[in-house]
């Protein structure tokens, strides 16, 4: 059960909580057949495939001055001979 814990560490989710009430569930089944998560994710009328992604923006946004205020200098503090 590794990745329940994973899922508590990253998300903050407890994976095996009931949502309802908060018991203890247990996994019965993984499904591992692409076909088989397709037709269950079509039969609960959710998409089968992710969104493709966003392109990233062409620019980077500009540091304002209450952000420049944080940035964090990565330059070496020592001076080089």
Request: charge should be neutral; hydrophobic fraction near 50%; aromatic fraction near 6%.
């Amino acid at each position: 059960m590794r990745w329940a814990a994973l899922l508590q560490r990253v998300f903050e989710v407890g994976a095996l909580r009931c949502p309802r009430c908060g018991s203890t569930m247990r996994l019965i089944a993984a499904i591992e057949d692409t076909a088989v998560a397709r037709r269950i994710l079509l039969c609960l009328k959710l998409p089968p495939r992710a969104r493709p992604l966003l392109p990233a923006p062409a620019e980077a946004a500009s540091l304002d001055a209450q952000e420049d205020a944080w940035f964090f200098d990565q330059s070496p503090i020592h001076e080089e001979l």
